[in-house]
């Protein structure tokens, strides 16, 4: 089956810290690609960063990090010296291109920053 | 270079009732995916258009419906509305390139409420 899990519902970060937002995937197609988005109080869905199955390095874009470890199908991401702006939810999804491109979407991370 | 749009911002209908959603795809993009997002929850995909077609659905009763239009907007129809069908509903547009697809960017979204 394919899935999405992430098993923080919620986490408190204090300001300027690094946190790590944890995502395990289950599918078995070759050929798929892992999101991460962010979702603030107004309900749009941010791009933040993508990888796909057949990269062979993490990505990065600004503060944030996608650390990929295929082995052990999890697609966790880092967000450097975090900020009050932050605080938001966080969805890691994975799109499957033998299905049309449909995305799968995670149950999301409540990330609350402290000041 | 506009994003994309989604109308109307908010939406309150009664059971029964048939409703209409509009989703204009970023600039370039040919490709619009409809989402449902219940409160508390990640979004669960609806269908996908392209081409003017239908490509992709997701597990929806035949009350969802959609159309793409020659110039890449789409509309989400939802016929005899359910208290359960009160949703943050968010329309992606992507670029599909062959098999694979760019990364889908979001709306706002529109939020039903069933009354």
């Known amino acids: 089956a394919q899935k999405i899990t992430q098993t923080q519902p919620g986490m408190f970060v204090q300001e300027k810290e690094a946190v790590t937002l944890d995502c395990t995937y289950d599918t078995s197609d070759q050929s798929y690609g892992l999101f991460w988005y962010k979702q603030p109080s107004s309900g749009e869905m941010i791009f933040l960063i993508y990888?796909?199955?057949?990269?062979?390095q993490n990505a990065t874009e600004g503060r944030y990090s996608l650390n990929f470890q295929k082995a052990r199908k999890s697609a966790n991401l880092v967000i450097s010296a975090s900020q009050l702006g932050d605080s938001a939810m966080y969805f890691c999804a994975m799109i499957l291109y033998s299905s049309a491109s449909k995305i799968i979407f995670g149950s999301g991370t409540r990330l609350s920053i402290r000041p | 270079d506009a994003g994309v749009t989604q109308s109307p911002t908010h939406l309150i209908k009664t059971r029964g009732q048939q409703v209409t959603l509009r989703c204009s795809p970023k600039?370039?993009?040919?490709?619009v995916s409809w989402y449902q997002q219940a409160l508390g929850q990640g979004p669960q995909f609806i269908f996908q258009y392209y081409e003017e077609e239908e490509r992709q659905r997701g597990n929806f009763p035949d009350r969802f419906s959609g159309h793409q239009f020659p110039n890449y907007s789409s509309e989400l129809n939802v016929n005899a509305l359910l208290l359960g069908d009160s949703a943050l509903y968010l329309c992606a547009s992507s670029h599909v390139r062959g098999l694979r697809a760019d990364t889908q960017y979001f709306g706002p979204g529109t939020r039903l409420t069933v009354l």
């Open positions: 990888l796909g199955s057949y990269d062979d």
């Open positions: 600039s370039g993009h040919d490709t």
